[in-house]
Nanobody
């Protein structure tokens, strides 16, 4: 049974940092894309970042414009884990953050339906 388990969420002041982790089990995701979406109250789930397998154990990182330059995604395949370092957090980053994995076609790499596996989510709250 595939499981994605997020950790690292919490409450932080604006300008602070958090690091999210997502540990996968049940299969190896080294050739899959792994990433993060988020959902704020009353809003749709939106793409945050993803690391896409590009062959030869290389990954291409993709970021939403709203987090580019502030967030960094990376993977540790030995641990089947993906991380999201979030710096310079702002109140608009407040949301439940979901880990995801899948093999999305290029046109749906930033779309919720493009991914197959999801974690339960971890709350990130940024106070002003």
């Amino acid at each position: 049974q595939v499981q994605l388990v997020e950790s690292g969420g919490g409450l932080v002041q604006a300008g602070g940092s958090l690091r999210l982790s997502c540990a996968a089990s049940g299969r190896t995701f080294s050739s899959y894309a792994m990433g993060w979406f988020r959902q704020a109250p009353g809003k749709e789930r939106e793409f945050v970042a993803a690391a896409h397998w590009s062959g030869a154990w290389r990954y291409n990182a993709d970021y939403a414009d709203s987090v580019k330059g502030r967030f960094t995604i990376w993977r540790d395949n030995a641990k089947n884990t993906v991380y999201l370092q979030m710096n310079s957090l702002i109140p608009e980053d407040t949301a439940v953050y979901y880990c995801t994995a899948g093999r999305p076609a290029a046109e749906v790499r930033r779309v919720y339906d493009g991914y197959d596996y999801w974690g339960q989510g971890t709350q990130v709250t940024v106070s002003s």
